[in-house]
């Protein structure tokens, strides 16, 4: 079964400090790979995807991502945390193996916490 | 439209009523998906329309769970008799394209008590 697991429940970090939230995955063939943010109160907002080509993505707000086929993850990082990055995280996977459906399979999400 | 509404945006019923939630996509999304996150359960997927297609409906936990989607567009997530396992946030969720990335809407919490 596909999967995907974020280890962390919450990653603190201080304003201008680098932040990686990390993400593996568990997938049959080759990944299609997706982080999302969800602010309080509000839907979930595409950061940037993973479907081939360069290991390093470069997404919304200043972040990026790294795919890394040998270690299965898909960490996010940015250079330097802003406080208006707090929010929730989730790592996603497409269901390849659910016939047309191809549903998002989502982490438990990651609450990032940047202190001023 | 803009982006993907939903509504209400927050819905508070009693158990045993039967409650509707409505999505309306971006317009040209054929794809659209219902997902359910709860506390502690995160995301979970419940049904997926895609143009004319019959729907798939894997997802949903009972049978008191329904959805349609008229003429490819809006669609609509019905409850029956409500019980307290179901209060969560229900987005709704669509793409242009297959295995494109999913834009979604605010959401409805529903809060059953």
């Known amino acids: 079964a596909q999967s995907v697991a974020q280890p962390e429940d919450q990653v603190n970090v201080a304003e201008g400090n680098p932040l990686t939230v990390k993400c593996t995955y568990s997938?049959?063939?080759?990944?299609?790979l997706f982080w999302y943010v969800q602010y309080p109160n509000r839907g979930l907002q595409f950061l940037l995807k993973?479907?081939?080509?360069?290991?390093l993505v470069k997404g919304s707000y200043g972040f990026e991502a790294e795919f890394n086929k040998s270690q299965t993850s898909f960490h996010l990082k940015k250079p330097s945390a802003l406080v208006s990055d707090s929010a929730l995280y989730f790592c996603a996977v497409r269901d390849r193996e659910g016939g047309a459906t191809n549903k998002l399979i989502f982490g438990t999400g990651t609450l990032l916490a940047v202190q001023p | 439209g803009a982006g993907v509404s939903q509504s209400p945006s927050n819905k508070v019923t009693e158990k045993g009523k039967d409650v509707e939630l409505r999505c309306d996509p971006i317009?040209?999304?054929?794809?659209l998906y219902w997902y359910r996150q709860s506390l502690g359960q995160g995301l979970e997927f419940l049904i997926y329309f895609q143009g004319n297609s019959a729907p798939d409906k894997s997802g949903l936990p009972s049978d008191r769970f329904s959805a349609e989607r008229t003429g490819g567009s809006v669609s609509t997530l019905t409850i029956q008799r409500t019980q307290q396992e179901d209060s969560a946030v229900y987005l709704c969720g669509g793409e242009d394209t297959p295995l494109n990335e999913q834009f979604f809407g605010p959401g409805t919490r529903l809060t059953v008590l």
């Open positions: 997938v049959s063939g080759n990944p299609y």
């Open positions: 993973y479907i081939t080509g360069d290991n």
């Open positions: 317009s040209g999304h054929t794809a």
